[in-house]
């Protein structure tokens, strides 16, 4: 393929911003374990500031797919590896929807919620989702609880397809010698 089809540069400028914020709270996740109550906080903090941009940041991204014809697979690419790419893609879709809103959710029943106001980035006021907020203490901590199991079995989740989405793309582009990467730089 001499010229290669690649996406808008919107498509990209948010496939990226979306890539960046979801790979810095997969390591804030992951190291909140290691840090100090006080700098836990605040880590906490900045995961659900990335979480809710993401949210919006995906949200553009399906208006943006919904109104522009992303390129088109190269020719010889199989059935099943279109069919493998489309479900990553609806399923990467899906799980970057529901984490920020699972998460969210845990966040608005949060029983300490009102100590602890939403902030986005230390700047931006952001509100709980009310009617979770104004739950009874009880349902509150059972839906605290379940949302933040729901949360992190998402997360694994998200791992799984996030990992063969990008194992895929290396595959058509070191092994299949596709042009793959390219279709989404620049």
Do not use: C
Not at 4 to 17: F, G, N, P, R
Not at 109 to 119: C, R, T
Not at 142 to 162: E, K, P, Q, R, W
């Amino acid at each position: 393929m001499s010229q290669v089809e690649k996406y808008t540069k919107t498509a990209v400028a948010l496939h990226w911003l979306i890539a960046l914020g979801i790979f810095l709270n997969i390591i804030l996740a992951d190291l909140n374990g290691y840090f100090s109550d006080a700098t836990a906080r605040v880590m906490i903090d900045l995961h659900k500031s990335i979480g809710i941009t993401v949210l919006g940041l995906v949200i553009l991204r399906i208006i943006w797919r919904l109104t522009h014809t992303p390129p088109p697979f190269p020719a010889d690419y199989k059935p099943w590896e279109k069919l493998a790419a489309h479900t990553a893609h609806y399923a990467l879709y899906g799980l970057i929807v529901l984490m920020p809103l699972t998460g969210w959710i845990h966040d608005s029943a949060f029983k300490q919620a009102a100590a602890h106001p939403l902030i986005l980035f230390w700047t931006i006021p952001w509100f709980r989702i009310s009617y979770i907020a104004n739950l009874d203490p009880a349902t509150k901590t059972y839906v605290h609880s379940l949302f933040g199991d729901i949360h992190t079995y998402l997360s694994y989740a998200l791992y799984v397809v996030l990992s063969a989405h990008i194992l895929g793309a290396l595959k058509h582009h070191f092994i299949d010698r596709q042009p793959e990467l390219q279709r989404m730089w620049k």
